[in-house]
Nanobody
């Protein structure tokens, strides 16, 4: 059982930035060879897929609304995945979840949500 923990959320003004982290926190846990996706659930809405990165880091996908603002990266040791979020908008408000896919080592699939492990989320509020 892989335990994922997100962090880095908070309150930010429109136009600001946040960097979310997703780490495998259990003893011996690692994100190595897992594809990782980020999901967002806005207030009153269903959870939506927004971006993913493969285990190698060479395959990255985003929804159009974040493509030029959010950047995914991961460390080679397989310990963490980050999502740098710039030019944040009120519409980006929500709880952000990371999730791991054992089948995503080489490629991550746009919109794929049948993930193996989920974190508990970190809230992001974009408001002036």
């Amino acid at each position: 059982q892989l335990k994922l923990v997100e962090s880095g959320g908070g309150l930010v003004q429109p136009g600001g930035s946040l960097r979310l982290s997703c780490v495998a926190s259990g003893d011996g846990d690692s994100l190595d060879n897992y594809g990782v996706a980020w999901f967002r659930q806005a207030p009153g809405k269903e959870r939506e897929w927004i971006a993913c990165i493969s285990g190698t880091g060479n395959s990255v996908e985003h929804i159009d609304s974040v493509k030029d603002r959010f950047t995914l990266s991961r460390d080679n040791a397989g310990n963490a995945v980050w999502m740098q979020m710039n030019k944040l908008e009120p519409e980006d408000t929500g709880v952000y979840y990371c999730a791991a896919d054992s089948g995503g080592a080489i490629l991550c699939a746009y919109g794929y949500s049948n993930m193996d492990y989920w974190g508990s989320g970190t809230p992001v509020t974009v408001s002036s």
